[in-house]
T-cell receptor, first 113, second 115 residues
Framework: ETGVTQTPRHLVMGMTNKKSLKCEQH?????MYWYKQSAKKPLELMFV???????ENNSVPSRFSPECPNSSHLFLHLHTLQPEDSALYLC????????????FGQGTRLTVV | TQLLEQSPQFLSIQEGENLTVYCNSS?????LQWYRQEPGEGPVLLVT?????EVKKLKRLTFQFGDARKDSSLHITAAQPGDTGLYLC???????????????FGKGTLLTVNP
């Protein structure tokens, strides 16, 4: 099994749809992250969970709603997205929030139509 | 706001050539990481440098952290097609108060190694 697994790999959704992205890590890490990667922009940190507690919400619009039911699983619930939200969404984990090294999943390529 | 500038943005070379890519900032970082990302995949961690002036080698890849911990370089010797990818640098804040997860990423250098 890979360390960090994301599903689905690709997602096309309409602006009125509701969908969820899933992330699972098998590394025994205590911190999990959502990043957004858009063309011509650096990776943007969206949310951080440490021991299932949200410790960072980086001014992300409320149409993105994270959920962390346990230290191995992370979800990103999506609703009423805009076309400019189309991007690669990456999940990552680290041993804890004091360690900088991040281990990334393969990402979900999201297209909003 | 901490920024990391990577150069060049794009680099296309022939197999067997050497190359260096750069990661520069006006800010001090407590550590700096290099990642490689292949198309359709997530970034994969290559190395972390922590000490100013530190040099780390990973096979044909040599990573250096600047003395002032504001910049870094990645040198690849005898590049191979398998080295093709987006090379990202990321810095952990120098005065994080424990928030080392707040990585600042550069936009990356897209390297193509032609056979």
């Amino acid at each position: 099994e890979t360390g960090v697994t994301q599903t689905p790999r690709h997602l096309v959704m309409g602006m009125t749809n509701k969908k969820s992205l899933k992330c699972e890590q098998h590394l025994g890490h205590n911190a999990m992250y959502w990043y957004k990667q858009s063309a011509k922009k650096p990776l943007e940190l969206m949310f951080v969970y440490s021991l299932e507690e949200r410790v960072e919400n980086n001014s992300v619009p409320s149409r993105f709603s994270p959920e962390c039911p346990n230290s191995s699983h992370l979800f990103l619930h999506l609703h009423t997205l805009q076309p400019e939200d189309s991007a690669l969404y990456l999940c990552a984990s680290s041993q804890d929030r004091f360690r900088a090294e991040a281990f990334f999943g393969q990402g979900t390529r999201l297209t909003v139509v | 706001t901490q920024l990391l500038e990577q150069s060049p943005q794009f680099l296309s070379i022939q197999e067997g050539e050497n190359l260096t890519v750069y990661c520069n900032s006006s800010s001090v970082f407590s550590s700096l990481q290099w990642y490689r990302q292949e198309p359709g995949e997530g970034p994969v961690l290559l190395v972390t440098v922590v000490t100013g002036g530190e040099v780390k080698k990973l096979k044909r890849l040599t990573f250096q952290f600047g003395d002032a911990r504001k910049d870094s370089s990645l040198h690849i010797t005898a590049a191979q097609p398998g080295d093709t990818g987006l090379y990202l640098c990321a810095g952990a804040p120098g005065n994080s108060g424990g928030s080392n997860y707040k990585l600042t990423f550069g936009k990356g250098t897209l390297l193509t190694v032609n056979p």
